[in-house]
């Protein structure tokens, strides 16, 4: 079954800078919009960002629009999200998938927490 891995969360204070990456397993997203997503305790999954696949187009949510940025690399099957300045607010689970989202391709996210 195909899954997404992501990693490069953590904790880190108000103003600091994560770069997450997501790893497809199994198989090549050619062709695909990719996106983040994010999940905050108690809140519904949100959209962050997404990528075209030939990354001439991106998308952000407009509370992180110029703090973060979505890249792509598809010769590694790997989707990025450079996040800045970060805001206690952005504290979440992240995930990656197509956008829209694959219900059978979520995986298990990877916590950002953000200090005050």
């Known amino acids: 079954q195909v899954q997404m891995v992501e990693s490069g969360g953590g904790l880190v204070q108000a103003g600091g800078s994560l770069r997450l990456s997501c790893a497809a397993s199994e198989r090549s997203f050619t062709g695909y919009v990719m996106g983040w997503f994010r999940q905050a305790p108690g809140k519904e999954r949100e959209f962050v960002a997404s990528?075209?696949?030939?990354?001439?187009?991106?998308y952000y949510a407009h509370s992180v629009k110029g703090r973060f940025t979505i890249s792509r690399d598809n010769a590694k099957n790997t989707v990025y999200l450079q996040m800045n300045s970060l805001k206690p607010e952005d504290t979440a689970v992240y995930y990656c998938n197509t956008d829209p989202p694959t219900h059978n391709y979520w995986g298990q996210g990877t916590q950002v927490t953000v200090s005050s």
């Open positions: 990528m075209t696949w030939s990354g001439g187009t991106t």
